[in-house]
């Protein structure tokens, strides 16, 4: 037998069997290199996450890959743009009904896509190690992804402040439902998102944003958007709607002491039948602080009020604005006393005390 024929078949073997070999060795080194839950690799818990449709499996996959946080948060990210490869859609279409079923994905991409957006909301600043991926999705051609990417920075906090340039952009451009998440999702960085203000006060002027979703996303930066004031004032006198009228009286008590041109207005609302709008609007008068002192005989009436939680708003206001609430004194002494529900006798006990530590340090002066 010709010697020069046998050995190029065992040269070829040779070759297969190393590159098996490498392979293997590399698979393994990769696959040791990865974080372990349980005994389990990363990957597999990433493979259960998008395989297995029983909500056991995966909630036990969601636990892992939230422990795993740090490697596994930029890899969650991804499947935020999860899209099933177009290939295996073609084959399957031409495929005989047989084969189609077993080519099916147990899960579908939109529902993978969705266990995504859920563990990274679970994660939340743990989730850090995704923001580079996450900006890369804001700039998605699908609305939908782009919107996930926009909660799931949002979930993270101020640690995604690197993606402030990239949401102002959105600010910019977006629909209308993505502009509504990009706000909340600028208030929720904080102060390093400063720079997206004016964006955020022109889009309110022009009424691209509702101006209750600017003025808490402003305030969580840390600017007080006294622009929003005659805005608002114009909103809680036209509002019909309890619920609508809370909202906006919440938000004026978040600007606080520049909010004070609204006071009037906020009194007038006190008359709302809604109890809890009642309330509501007790809390943002004390938010505004001692610039609300026009609001103390109404305030005083409401101590009064048959449900507690408007009296102990009620009380806690007076106690916000200070040495004018002097006259609410008496009335906040029986409360202290003789309220049937602990915090209002609480609030009451501690608006005694603000008021006259404040009139204190007033004579003092």
Known sequence: MNRRHLSIPICRTGVIS?????SVAL???????????QGRALSFWLNELKSQPGQREYLRAKAALVHLSDAAAPRVARLLNYRESELLTVI???????????????LDARMIRARGFDVLREMGTNA???????V????????ITRGEAIRGLGYIGPNARMAVASLIALLEKDSKENKMETAPTLGAIGPAARPAVPFLVSSMKKNELPTIVAVRALVRIGYSPKEAVPLLIA????????FARSATASCLGLIGADAAPAVPALIDALRDPESRTRAHIALALGQIGPD???AVPVLTQLLNDEWWYVRQNSAAALGKIGRDGNPALPMLAILEQHDPNEDVRNAAAEAI????SDSKESSGR
């Open 128 to 134: 850090s190690p995704a923001v580079p991926a996450l």
């Open 92 to 106: 399957r279409s031409k495929a005989p009904p047989a084969a189609a079923r077993i080519l099916t994905p147990k």
């Open 353 to 356: 005390g603000l008021i006259r």
């Open 136 to 143: 890369h999705l804001l700039e998605s051609p699908d609305s």
């Open 27 to 37: 698979f393994s080194a990769l696959w040791k290199s990865q974080p372990v839950y």
């Open 235 to 242: 909103q809680l006198r036209a509002d019909t709607n309890s």
């Open 18 to 22: 190393g590159v098996l070999l490498l």
């Open 292 to 294: 609300a002192s026009g």
